[in-house]
């Protein structure tokens, strides 16, 4: 397969398309957006975030505004755009035929796809995404009063207006993983995409994620869905498993060491028990006949003295098993859970997102991350 080269020529000018026409909605750009309206990417991955597609996903919020339809292909096409993907180069034909359809769905797909095929290198993907979403602002989102941006975690709470840089996911309990299901892992409720949305839910419009339906107007017959999709979702999957079972873990090592801990301080509590046992033997022995010579209280006293010591011996094994069977372990829960959470974070921190917003009316921007600006 033939690769552009950067070093000797810029990419090439796109060839001619049919415009665009506006959404044939009647809302003004008057209408503003109550929260803004954010999608990430399924996963991450150490080759860049160009590898990773974004989640399909619509919200209620923005119905009235975009079709949803219209946001699905929006979404659909813009991981043409995004992706590094092999297949973009074999698309031209395609997109040609498409260019003749008038709907909106269709232009679109025919923008997305042409924009891929021309430029399917892996190293201006960042070139083609910033075309696609000028043309769809252009054409699409600003019209209606919306402005649609692919922005890096830190860029998206600036935009949020959250304090600090970091995405603050809060803590892993191990009710994350008791309830609810996750989707994405394939069972179990810690589901690591949930929690990033569940971190700026006070901020952001409700979303409703259809990665896994049948997205029909939404143009889920493309060969994203039909190639590609299934191998990024099991890169997701594998990603968010590895959390999953670290998590799952350190909740099953709590669990353990909690049921350790009941059965030992049963036991020491017996041993209490002995100890007042004996204690109280002695002060019956110091009422009788032994009490009333001093041989026969140094009698009792060293018996005490031995079966206290019998007895603190076994309650000095029990606490050495506490400490190695229950301590121990719930430490090594903690540096899991730590070592959960310091992942998770770091994941977050890369992931990229599809962020709508009302028009501010400054002039677009074509950075999509905060290194760009």
């Known amino acids: 397969m033939t690769h552009l080269k950067l070093e000797t020529a810029s990419p090439p000018p796109l060839p001619p398309r049919p415009p665009l026409q506006p959404n044939p909605s009647k809302t003004t750009t008057s209408i503003i957006l109550p929260k803004p309206i954010v999608i990430p990417q399924t996963s991450t991955t150490i080759h860049g975030p160009s590898y ?86 252009e054409t699409v989102f600003g019209p209606v009063g919306l402005r649609v941006r692919v922005l890096g975690t830190e860029g998206l709470l600036r935009v949020l207006g959250v304090e600090g840089d970091r995405l603050g996911l809060g803590e892993v309990f191990d009710y994350d993983f008791e309830q609810g299901s996750s989707k994405s892992e394939g069972g179990g409720g810690f589901d690591p995409v949930r929690r990033r949305m569940d971190a700026l839910r006070e901020y952001v419009a409700p979303v409703v994620f259809v990665d896994d339906m049948a997205v029909g107007n939404g143009g889920g017959g493309d060969w994203v869905r039909k190639v590609a999709w299934k191998q990024e979702e099991w890169f997701t999957q594998r990603q968010n498993r590895v959390l999953v079972r670290r998590h799952r873990r350190a909740v099953r090592g709590i669990g353990e060491a909690e049921v350790a801990e009941k059965e030992l301080l049963v036991k020491m509590e017996e041993v209490e028990a002995e100890m007042m046992a004996v204690k109280g033997r002695a002060v019956e022995r110091l009422s009788g006949p032994l009490g009333e010579s001093l041989l026969g209280r140094g009698i009792v006293q060293d018996d005490l003295e031995k079966g206290l010591k019998q007895l603190q011996r076994k309650m000095e094994k029990l606490g050495r098993e506490r400490e190695k069977g229950v301590t121990k372990r719930l430490q090594q829960s903690e540096r899991t859970f730590q070592r959960v959470r310091k992942r998770e974070a770091k994941i977050a921190q890369k992931v990229m997102w599809v962020v709508v917003t009302a028009d501010d009316g400054v002039e677009y921007s074509t950075s999509l991350s905060d290194e760009d600006d």
């Open 52 to 137: 990773r597609p974004f989640h399909l996903a619509h919200s209620p919020t923005l119905s009235p505004l975009l079709p949803t339809p219209t946001f699905l292909t929006f979404l659909n096409h813009l991981n043409h755009v995004w992706l590094a993907n092999p297949y973009l180069q074999a698309l031209s034909a395609t997109s040609n035929i498409l260019g003749f359809i008038p709907s909106l769905e269709a232009q679109l797909a025919a923008l997305g796809m042409q924009v891929a095929a021309e430029l399917g290198t892996i190293t201006v993907s960042k070139l083609r995404t910033k075309m696609f979403l000028r043309e769809a602002n």
